[in-house]
């Protein structure tokens, strides 16, 4: 039978033979995408994918090797092509896959690249790209990064950038704006930036090269002054005074010991530079500690530089495409690996690749985190365990992918072989950590411990999109899988705390928010497993209506997607094109709750899955990994507060968001809605249904 007919039939019941059919479809897909899986694995143990986001990558590395004095880097060239690759047809760059509207930030950054790169205003996509940007109201509207990088290019003024004094270093743990209270990623990028605003470097453009036509009126007549909408008397207003106070500061020197101070904060970045010469395993925080060390006299040469300059020619941190070259943000070989082997367990395909699941242990064992990083600030007597997500992000292990390990690494726990490597003791280590990472309202977040404090959002340095990583309903959810996995049960006071947040969390329809992928489909198709491995009631009425909504979302064709405009807009919550990842999040929420009246909206969505599968795995160019959201705080924010796209400054094209294509997203999750659905389905059969 083809699989338009077994599609078909799920609508109406379907018969014996068609179940039987779609059953034989399932262990061949299955089959596929394992094989597709082995085939890929690196010689290492590990996998991993292309880590896909927008422009702003590519654009900010043509800017950065002018001001470092590279232009001659044999990459730029690629790196110029790749932004004339994904131009949109309306001469703006977009933040994901077929937003709704081009980004003014990505494309002003793309726009000065290109001008800095030597292309002429007058070429067709300049063009395009102009006279966008103009339409849409200019350089006024750019956010507080945008605008560092046209300080750095001589196209904006320092006095008119936000200022970072460097001695943020000195302030107490117990002060609000100790750099211990940002997000780890903020943290990384706060410390080089504080570097630049005490140096206020400019290497301009060539004369020809300026942006003068971004000035319609002139450079005298333009109004640099930072867009912010606020009351007379609002923090925001006082931090936007206090801001024009420290660059009087900095104008007249009255920073005492400011040499001994750069030097301290120079010291923090040095100790902070990754192994694989990154910094805190995402593109800002290298870049930027890049050209703050260049601008203090690190040579090309110089150890430091030589190792940061020399992963952006590593082709784990760069790849071609089309002729042109693209930069990953960061890059997720953990987190693909962890989630590549919950796949094979999820169909039972351990006997069949035993070899692959070897050598994915061996070097996930190799890479566990056992150096102090910085949420030991917090909790200094705690021992050091867990996984990061990149390939040698010791000072930032992150409590979702150590969690997916656990889920992972739990079944080898008893097996010799890997007692005698050490496998219980990096797992005890992982599970005092994560419990010692629980913040104080029984959630857990990414990086570090109670890190919600909504003043730092007030500070204009923080317009970017998110300074805070407070808990979320996803890692919490998959660190309880985890914790389950290894024997903790609902009573565990922590395990209590975890359950009473994530019901706190659901949305009055039943969904849950999904903080690090896109999004409500996200947010439930991690909390509803997690209720159902801590042994909660499957038919509870939250269960239901979280199953109800997901059901509600299924689109015609069987499958599931969500835009990444529902971050700004709720009705768009479970909207969008199919996809494949999407769909393998939504029928593993209902796998979860295993409600038989289910049974036909599952064999759709799997019969979809199958259908779309080619040479083992799947297409995917859509966006269903999120950054960050671009609210600031975080975390769910009220969304249908009127003024609220003007206060933020960005509506359904997240201009304060940062939207990412996890290449393997569209792979390992699928085959493990299958695994899953598998057993689903032999139950049923078990049953006599």
């Not at 990558?57 to 690759?85: C, F, K, T, Y």
């Not at 726009?111 to 067709?124: I, S, T």
């Not at 943020?168 to 903020?186: G, K, L």
């Not at 192994?275 to 110089?302: F, R």
């Amino acid at each position: 039978m083809s699989l338009d007919a077994i599609n078909t039939s799920q609508t109406r019941g379907g018969s014996l033979k068609e179940r039987a059919a779609l059953k034989r479809a399932v262990h061949e897909s299955i089959d596929n995408g394992l094989a597709w899986s082995a085939k890929n694995q690196t010689e290492d143990g590990y996998w991993v994918g292309k880590l896909q986001t927008n422009s702003c990558m590519e654009a900010q590395w043509i800017l950065a090797l002018h001001v470092i004095g590279r232009s001659d880097h044999p990459i730029r060239a690629g790196l110029v092509r790749s932004l004339l690759n994904e131009q949109r047809d309306d001469g703006s760059w977009e933040v994901y896959h077929d937003a709704p509207a081009g980004d003014i930030n990505t494309s002003v950054e793309c726009y000065a690249a290109l001008k800095c790169a030597g292309l002429d205003k007058d070429f067709e996509p300049m063009r395009k790209a102009r006279a966008w940007i103009l339409e849409r109201g200019g350089l006024k509207h750019v956010r507080v990064f945008t605008r560092y990088w046209l300080a750095l290019i001589g196209e904006w003024p320092w006095q008119k950038t936000p200022y970072i004094p460097p001695e943020v270093i000195y302030f107490p743990t117990w002060f609000p704006f100790n750099i211990y209270n940002f997000s780890s990623w903020a943290r990384a990028t706060l410390m080089p930036i504080a570097i630049l605003s005490a140096q206020r470097p400019i290497v301009p453009l060539e004369p020809g090269s300026r942006l003068d036509e971004l000035f319609p009126d002139g450079r005298d007549a333009f109004d640099y002054s930072l867009l912010k909408k606020t009351e007379l008397f609002s923090l925001e207003r006082f931090f936007l005074w206090a801001d024009r106070r420290l660059h009087g500061m900095q104008n007249w020197r009255l920073f005492p010991f400011r040499e001994k101070t750069i030097k301290r904060v120079l010291d923090w970045i040095v100790d902070h530079q990754d192994a694989d010469g990154v910094w805190g395993g995402i593109q800002p925080p290298w870049i930027y500690s890049l050209m703050a060390l260049h601008g203090e006299g690190y040579a090309h040469d110089h150890p430091v530089m030589a190792k940061a300059l020399g992963a952006l020619e590593d082709p784990r941190w760069t790849y071609e495409s089309d002729g042109a070259t693209y930069v990953n943000a960061s890059v997720s070989p953990v987190w693909d690996t962890v989630l590549t082997l919950l796949a094979i367990q999820d169909c039972d395909a351990e006997a069949a690749h035993g070899p692959e699941i070897g050598k994915a242990i061996d070097w996930l064992l190799d890479n566990e985190v056992r150096t102090p990083g910085d949420w030991k600030v917090k909790l200094p007597d705690v021992e050091p365990g867990g996984w990061a997500f990149e390939y040698a992000n010791a000072k930032y292990p992150d409590v979702d992918d150590t969690a997916v390990a656990l889920m992972v690494l739990a079944r080898y726990s008893d097996d010799p072989k890997w007692q005698a490597k050490g496998l219980p003791g990096a797992i005890d280590r992982a599970v005092q950590w994560v419990f010692a990472m629980q913040c104080d309202d029984g959630g857990w977040a990414s990086f570090d411990k109670n890190n919600d404090k909504a003043i730092l959002t007030k500070i204009p340095f923080c317009d970017f999109g998110e300074a805070l990583d407070p808990p979320s309903v996803d890692v919490t959810g998959h660190v309880l899988e985890g914790l389950a996995a290894l024997g903790y049960a609902q009573d565990h006071p922590s395990v209590a705390r975890a359950l009473d947040f994530l019901r706190a969390e659901q949305e009055p329809d039943g969904s849950w928010w999904g903080r690090w992928g896109t999004n409500y489909i996200y947010g439930t198709a991690a909390v509803l497993p997690a209720l159902k491995a801590m042994g909660q009631d499957m038919g509870a009425d939250d269960v239901t209506r979280a199953a109800d909504w997901i059901l509600s979302r299924q689109n015609a064709d069987g499958g599931w997607g969500e835009t990444c405009g529902s971050y700004m807009d709720p009705r768009l919550a479970g909207r969008g094109d199919t996809t494949p990842s999407q769909t393998a999040w939504a029928l593993m929420a209902l796998l979860a709750v295993g409600r038989t009246q289910d049974r036909a909206a599952i064999e759709r969505g799997l019969a979809l899955l199958i259908k779309r599968q080619r040479h083992g795995t799947w297409h995917e160019p859509h966006y269903t990994g999120t950054g960050f959201p671009g609210y600031g705080l975080g975390r769910r924010i009220n969304l249908g507060r009127k003024g609220l796209s003007d206060d933020l400054q960005q509506s359904t094209e997240l201009s304060r968001a940062f939207m990412i294509n996890y290449n393997l997203y569209r792979h390992y999750f699928p085959v493990m809605a299958l695994g899953r659905a598998d057993k689903y389905l032999a139950r049923l059969a078990n049953e006599g249904m």
